[in-house]
């Protein structure tokens, strides 16, 4: 079954640019129909959706981040990638991957970034 692996610096200082990767395995990400976001949380608040990227590699942002964000994926690793430019604390935050297809999802577990200098 697919599953979905979160990797990057756990911490980053503001002003820089905040990169992770979701590594998908049991499933490739070009599959007709699978979408691939990434979400975060904020402590103490709710899940903010960030952006996506199709299946046919084409992304959609958040309106609130969309001067600072960019999606995008490697077929030959399958994995897609988040880039969050100019951090501030307030990007702190536990950052996850999600695939979904119809009305299947699945999140990683999950990983904490932090911005901080």
């Known amino acids: 079954q697919v599953q979905l692996q979160e990797s990057g610096p756990g911490l980053v200082k503001p002003s820089q640019t905040l990169s992770l990767t979701c590594t998908v395995s049991?499933?490739?990400?070009?599959?007709?129909?699978?979408?691939w976001s990434w979400i975060r949380q904020p402590p103490g608040k709710g899940l903010e959706w960030m952006g996506r990227?199709?299946?046919?590699?084409?992304?959609v942002y958040s309106p609130s981040l969309k001067s600072r964000i960019s999606i995008s994926r490697d077929t030959s690793k399958n994995q897609f990638s988040l880039q969050l430019t100019s951090v501030t604390p307030e990007d702190t935050a536990v950052y996850y991957c999600?695939?979904?297809?119809?009305?299947?999802?699945?999140w990683g577990q999950g990983t904490q970034v932090t911005v901080s200098s």
């Open positions: 049991g499933g490739s990400i070009t599959t007709n129909g699978y979408y």
């Open positions: 999600k695939a979904a297809v119809r009305r299947w999802s699945l």
């Open positions: 990227i199709g299946y046919e590699g084409i992304s």
